[in-house]
T-cell receptor
């Protein structure tokens, strides 16, 4: 079965620091990959998604992610974080062929201090 | 407002009771997904409905059931509640070809 691993459970950064959150998935076939963000007390919102094409995907709020098929990875990056980026970040992948069910990682809690 | 409406926002109930959570999908979306979010399990997929029919099933307990009505709203029924059922229950919707979800704000269920 498809699975998603997010190895960083809790990341603490100062403003202006660079961010990279790891995401690895298990399925070796065609995948659709997503990053969602959940701000404190709010619902999950889509940051970016990858279906095909350019493996470097740009999303909202200055985030980007790179799909590396050989490493089964889809890491999220931001060159300079802000205090307002404090949130929980979830990587997700479609659950396999012929399904639009998403499997989520356990999330990474990001705290950014001024 | 994401366009996906979940009610109620908060629910406190006793063990052994039964509750119903409601979700109205974003206009035009045919699929509804239910997820359970707890601190130790993360986001767990429960069940998906597409245009009124069950499409996929995940880690949903037999005490839980769901349905999607002709107007596409969905209800998740949780019965014989246990303390461990306390969690955030999210509903999401999507249009089939889009593969992106729109999430509701969730229902926080507390079982005491």
């Amino acid at each position: 079965a498809q699975s998603v691993s997010q190895h960083n459970h809790h990341v603490i950064l100062s403003e202006a620091a660079s961010l990279e959150l790891g995401c690895n998935y298990s399925y070796g076939g065609t995948v659709n990959l997503f990053w969602y963000v959940q701000y404190p007390g709010q619902h999950l919102q889509l940051l970016l998604k990858y279906f095909s094409g350019d493996p470097l995907v740009k999303g909202i709020k200055g985030f980007e992610a790179e799909f590396i098929k050989s490493k089964f990875s889809f890491n999220l990056r931001k060159p300079s974080v802000q205090w307002s980026d404090t949130a929980e970040y979830f990587c997700a992948v479609n659950g396999g062929p012929n399904t639009d069910k998403l499997i989520f990682g356990t999330g990474t809690r990001l705290q950014v201090f001024p | 407002d994401s366009g996906v409406t979940q009610t109620p926002k908060h629910l406190i109930t006793a063990t052994g009771q039964r509750v119903t959570l409601r979700c109205s999908p974003r206009s035009g979306d045919l699929s509804v997904y239910w997820y359970q979010q707890s601190l130790d399990q993360g986001l767990q997929f429960l069940i998906q409905y597409y245009n009124g029919e069950e499409r996929a099933k995940g880690n949903i307990l037999e005490r839980f059931s769901a349905q999607q009505f002709p107007d596409l709203h969905s209800e998740l029924n949780l019965s014989s509640l246990e303390l461990g059922d306390s969690a955030l229950y999210f509903c999401a919707s999507s249009y089939m070809q889009d593969y992106g979800y729109t999430f509701g704000s969730g229902t926080r269920l507390t079982v005491v």
